[in-house]
T-cell receptor, first 113, second 115 residues
Framework: NAGVMQNPRHLVRRRGQEARLRCSPMKGHSHVYWYRQLPEEGLKFMVY????????ESGMPKERFSAEFPKEGPSILRIQQVVRGDSAAYFCASSPQGWDTQYFGPGTRLTVL | AQTVTQSQPEMSVQEAETVTLSCTYDTSENNYYLFWYKQPPSRQMILVIRQEAYKQQNATENRFSVNFQKAAKSFSLKISDSQLGDTAMYFC????????????FGTGTRLQVFP
């Protein structure tokens, strides 16, 4: 059973470009979570999605960031007009139901030049 | 608001020895889960162990065990027979029954295992 998949593993963008991060949950998991880890810090919650629904986006910056989890295909975290402060590791996690163990993907390391 | 505190930024232990990492948390909830995750140099987040608050028995996974003190809101991780591959950042995390969607992480403890 494949784990949580994320791609790309590394992404380099110049200031002002768009970044798209993809996450495929574990088979049988319909709950997806995105977290951000700044250098030398712990993970901070960004958004929680189920298929076609955003359940909680309280941790997501109000501007430039959006997330989706369509009926078919992976979950996407989209960052528009990236700035240097967006440089971080972005982790996706999935679980079979709410309030359950979350299993993490390998993360996407975003570097903004 | 729930918080998770790890007061040891760095720890070190010799191979084959035992080490304990500390974690305290604050919550007004009665039902919750606690976790320890390991993040080795590869940066992958790996689940080490999980504890349900309603269970009095401490969770154990091979060389890893916890000391869960609910009244004291303490959740320490004990690693026995430490191995070089245990070198990693260790994060304590909490998820409550009210805020069921987000894990709340501590700031982590960097563990170095020496030969």
């Amino acid at each position: 059973n494949a784990g949580v998949m994320q791609n790309p593993r590394h992404l380099v963008r110049r200031r002002g470009q768009e970044a798209r991060l993809r996450c495929s949950p574990m088979k049988g998991h319909s709950h997806v979570y995105w977290y951000r880890q700044l250098p030398e810090e712990g993970l901070k919650f960004m958004v929680y999605l189920q298929k076609e629904n955003i359940i909680d986006e309280s941790g997501m910056p109000k501007e430039r960031f959006s997330a989706e989890f369509p009926k078919e295909g992976p979950s996407i975290l989209r960052i528009q007009q990236v700035v240097r402060g967006d440089s971080a590791a972005y982790f996706c996690a999935s679980s079979p139901q709410g309030w359950d163990t979350q299993y993490f993907g390998p993360g996407t390391r975003l570097t903004v030049l | 608001a729930q918080t998770v505190t790890q007061s040891q930024p760095e720890m070190s232990v010799q191979e084959a020895e035992t080490v304990t990492l500390s974690c305290t948390y604050d919550t007004s909830e009665n039902n919750y889960y606690l976790f320890w995750y390991k993040q080795p140099p590869s940066r992958q987040m790996i689940l080490v162990i999980r504890q349900e608050a309603y269970k009095q028995q401490n969770a154990t996974e091979n060389r890893f065990s916890v000391n869960f003190q609910k009244a004291a809101k303490s959740f320490s991780l004990k690693i026995s027979d430490s191995q070089l591959g245990d070198t990693a950042m260790y994060f304590c995390a909490f998820i409550g029954s009210y805020n069921t969607d987000k894990l709340i992480f501590g700031t982590g403890t960097r563990l170095q295992v020496f030969p």
